[in-house]
């Protein structure tokens, strides 16, 4: 872990739900487009879920953007489940939660265009009685436009992504992550 101290970015809090339960009324800032990223990404994973995966995405990509077929976040969730040995429906003896621990703004494009990156820490427990714990960081990049009067991921392929580094250390620090402040309704 790194000793040097960091650059904190605060997330604005979600101020409605929106399509698909997912949070939402993020401002029309790049810490908005942050935030949003944020909640649709744990909207689409935490319950490890194909078909919730899906519905999240057809909910918050724009026209010509990531479908349910082929953005990362269904992807993940499809892939974590096989290597469970799991179904696509998921299983109760598996809970997931992305806690977002740093983030950076990668890009902008005038207001209505941002590439925002998260680096989560994704925590799978598996099993009841003893159950395993596992840890890992997982990072998203995602192009987030202003569509009407929300962030949506837009079109295009998803942008590279971010290196997926344990926050806190030398390398994450390196590669521009900030601490992310959370509000509330991420806990």
Avoid at 46 to 63: F, H, L, N, S, T
Avoid at 118 to 135: C, E, K, L, Q
Wanted: net charge negative; hydrophobic share 50%.
């Amino acid at each position: 872990m790194s000793t040097e101290s960091a650059t904190t970015l605060a997330l604005p809090a979600s101020r409605l739900v929106g399509a698909a339960g997912v949070p939402s009324g993020f401002p029309h800032t790049p810490e908005g487009a942050l935030a949003q990223l944020v909640a649709i990404d744990r909207a689409a994973l935490e319950p490890a879920v194909v078909g919730r995966a899906q519905d999240v995405i057809a909910a918050w990509a724009a026209p010509g953007g990531p479908t349910a077929e082929n953005w990362s976040g269904v992807v993940a969730v499809a892939m974590l489940l096989s290597a469970a040995g799991l179904p696509a429906t998921g299983a109760p003896e598996m809970q997931l939660r992305l806690d977002p621990a740093m983030g950076f703004i990668k890009g902008t494009v005038g207001d209505d265009f941002v590439v925002p990156c998260v680096d989560f820490v994704v925590t799978a427990t598996i099993g009841s009685g003893s159950p395993r714990v596992h840890r890992v960081a997982m990072a998203d990049c995602q192009r987030m436009i202003w569509h009407g009067d929300r962030w949506v991921i837009g079109p295009g392929p998803e942008p590279a992504p971010a290196p997926s580094l344990w926050p806190g250390t030398p390398a994450s620090l390196d590669a521009g992550y900030l601490w992310l402040e959370a509000p509330a309704w991420t806990d």
